[in-house]
């Protein structure tokens, strides 16, 4: 049975939504029959995440929270994975949904460390919302396809496909959703086309772009 | 970064066409609404500049994504 650890942090908007964005994700990957464990808010703090990490090596990690060039952030906005800590990531493939992570921590977990292969962003994740729909994100049709073009990477690679597969599923996701977005007649679709193209535009990976979990 | 007063300018209007319900994440920098983040830029703060950068990005990228539309229409 392939492993799969998630962490889902909640502390504000744009976590919020990524929790639960992340549902689908967790749903498809327990139809495939992964063993999931999901670290979720309160319980999404260094300790617990470096020790699951290191005692489950899991196959496929998908961190959900906020992060820099050097850290991913657990709750509360406290450093939980950082340069000293790239090597829970050996033996997996990662999925980092955070801002900017990529750069340092994603090369490191790839070139000193054994990680076959660390996807994330660049640069900053943009997410844009309904106000009124902070209360259900699952909801939010401004929100919907910029998390699903995100979404698409986890679900590739759950579903079989490898790292430049899945991240092609995400470009495909991204260039529909800016076609509907570019001939909407709904004036917030000129916000989801920003988000939509700079997040696409920072979605990139080290390592082995052939690597499978599944 | 800093950026002209033409750019400035581009971004703000770009900006206003947002409705006023709508409101950005933009990573650990924060939550803004549409009058919010035009006032980022006017005051050239860091998110002030990461709005401007997005905006740059979506300019410089829409050129190609038309381009890409078309040739695949033209495929179909």
Redesign the interface.
């Known amino acids: 049975m392939k492993r799969m650890v998630l962490v889902r942090t909640d502390y ?3 976590t919020h ?1 990524m929790f639960h964005w992340s549902a689908p994700v967790i749903e498809t990957a327990e139809k495939k029959g992964f063993d999931v464990v999901s670290i979720d808010g309160r319980n999404a703090v260094k300790k617990g995440i470096i020790s699951r990490m290191e005692k489950i090596r899991p196959d496929f990690t998908f961190l959900n929270g ?3 060039a050097r850290s991913f ?1 657990g709750d509360d ?1 406290k450093k939980a994975i950082s340069m000293n800590e790239a090597h829970v990531f050996d033996g997996s493939v990662a999925f980092v949904r ?3 992570c990529l750069e340092e921590l994603g090369k490191k977990a790839v070139n000193k460390h054994a990680s076959k292969c660390f996807i994330g962003y660049k ?10 729909k902070l209360s259900n994100p699952l909801q939010d049709d ?1 929100s919907r396809p910029i998390m699903e073009a995100s979404n698409a990477v986890p679900l590739g690679l759950i579903k079989g496909a490898d790292v430049e597969e899945s991240i092609n599923m995400s470009h495909d996701v991204s ?1 529909r959703e ?2 509907k977005a570019i001939f909407s007649p709904d ?2 679709s ?2 989801v ?3 939509l ?2 997040n696409d ?1 920072s979605l990139d990976y080290h390592g082995n772009e052939k690597a499978r979990i599944a | 970064m800093k950026y002209d007063e033409t750019t400035k300018e581009l971004v703000i209007l770009r900006l206003k066409t947002v409705p006023s319900n709508i409101s950005f994440s933009i990573g650990d920098l924060g939550n803004f609404t549409r009058d919010e983040l035009i006032r980022e830029v006017k005051e050239e703060t860091s998110v002030g500049e990461a709005a401007v950068k997005m905006e740059l990005t979506v300019i410089q990228k829409m050129p190609l994504l038309a381009k890409k539309i078309a040739k695949r229409d033209e495929t179909e």
Do not use: M, Q
């Not at chain 1, 640069?123 to 009124?132: A, G, I, L, M, Q």
């Open positions: 504000d908007s744009i939504y906020h992060g820099d952030y906005n955070a801002c900017n640069d900053k994740f943009w997410n844009v919302w309904r106000s009124e401004v260039a800016i076609e004036p917030a000129s916000a086309l920003r988000a193209v700079f535009t």
